[in-house]
């Protein structure tokens, strides 16, 4: 039985032979061979230069950490900044040269193969069998086939690119923000960031109250048992920087002295992704209500499994309530919005069953109406005990 995956290889090389016909012809077997030779080289050039990306960027990563490690100050809010746009530009540049070993990679094999004279025409009736075996086993014309092959590749990247220039403009925007709020004043950033933590902790405390309020009967076997890997880690590289529960950070860092989910080390752009396949229940940005209070940008998915996860402090939203996500896609990027002293995501499991999105008037800030995901205490869950 021909699979999905392999389907969509021999498609997306037959596809690749069709548009080399036009592109490059029929080439005798030395000038074929010559034009091989030479694609490998710029392929190898762009694997250099990829290589070459990747460190630039993990020492920005370091940069990064290392300032978030310092006392928050203008001076080190500013280079943290800094360091963020230079590291999307890098991003930028990466995704670009990724695109063109793509390309390039795409024009070697349609060469490949036409040397081998594995020709259209000599084998339709064999990718017609095969046509008719993807329709038949997966319901899909082969239109949708195609399309499917083709998003994996230049499409995905080039979209990519978009979305890093958007966090870069981003970036600067908010830089240019910031100088203007504190005129490039020490004690003005100071005076601004103590107002700030001030409205993050009597927030929190209207929230607990709120919450202590709401009642739950949670049906263990509803939910998945406790180590069973029920969800995926919905970023890459790993590293947990705060745990879940009464921890040493959360007595100093929130008003209840407990941290109701688990932060994970993130870069500004990191891709985050979906940890279970689902649906979007919502998505949010509490910043417009009162900024630099609570989660920033959200986004909430309710799972088959009977959890439900959040993921907090997104610098960009890449789904929409109601949209059908599979595990590993990507619902956004990560950042500082909300009350985030560096770039991290926040990440929070619940019992699906009780937890909903309220809005939530609040004294913090006199008028705002915050909308966020709230629950019951003993539906907030420890995600590492599923992940």
């Not at 966090?167 to 601004?192: F, W």
Request: charged share 25%; glycine share 8%; net charge positive.
């Amino acid at each position: 039985m021909l699979n999905n995956k392999l389907a969509h290889r021999f498609l997306f090389l037959i596809l690749g032979v069709v548009s080399a016909v036009g592109t490059y012809g029929v080439f005798p077997h030395e000038v074929r061979a010559a034009r091989i030779d030479e694609l490998r080289s710029q392929i190898q050039e762009r694997e250099n230069n990829i290589k070459q990306l990747e460190a630039e960027i993990a020492q920005y990563q370091n940069q990064l950490v290392t300032v978030g490690g310092e006392k928050q100050t203008l001076q080190s809010m500013l280079a943290q900044l800094d360091t963020s746009r230079a590291k999307l530009a890098k991003d930028i540049k990466l995704t670009n040269t990724k695109i063109d070993r793509t390309k390039l990679t795409a024009a070697e094999i349609t060469l490949a193969i036409k040397g081998k004279e594995l020709l259209i025409d000599q084998n339709k009736k064999t990718i017609g069998q095969i046509f008719r075996r993807i329709d038949q086993e997966e319901q899909q014309t082969l239109l949708e086939v195609l399309l499917s092959a083709n998003s994996i590749s230049v499409v995905y990247l080039s979209r990519q690119i978009e979305d890093q220039k958007r966090l870069a403009d981003q970036k600067r925007v908010e830089q240019n923000k910031l100088l203007s709020e504190t005129k490039n004043k020490e004690s003005n950033y100071q005076k601004l960031l103590a107002e700030r933590q001030a409205k993050k902790k009597q927030f929190e405390r209207e929230v607990g109250d709120f919450e202590a309020q709401l009642r739950a009967e949670i049906d263990p076997s509803s939910i998945p048992k406790a180590g069973t890997k029920a969800l995926a880690y919905p970023i890459d590289p790993v590293l947990v920087t705060q745990h879940f529960g009464k921890t040493a950070d959360a007595k100093r860092l929130y008003a209840s002295g407990t941290h109701n989910g688990i932060d994970f080390r993130a870069a500004p752009g990191t891709p985050i992704k979906a940890s279970a396949s689902g649906i979007i229940l919502g998505t949010g940005d509490t910043d417009l209500a009162c900024r630099g209070a609570s989660y920033g940008r959200w986004v909430l998915i309710g799972h088959s499994n009977g959890l439900a996860t959040l993921y907090g402090h997104l610098d960009l939203i890449k789904a929409a309530e109601g949209q059908a996500v599979v595990v590993g896609d990507t619902i956004g990027y990560s950042g500082t919005t909300g009350y985030a002293t560096g770039p991290h995501l926040h990440f929070t499991v619940y019992a699906k069953s009780a937890v909903q999105i309220s809005k939530l008037p609040s004294k913090s800030c006199p008028g705002a109406v915050f909308r966020i995901p709230v629950a019951a205490t003993n539906a907030y869950l420890d995600p590492e005990a599923y992940l």
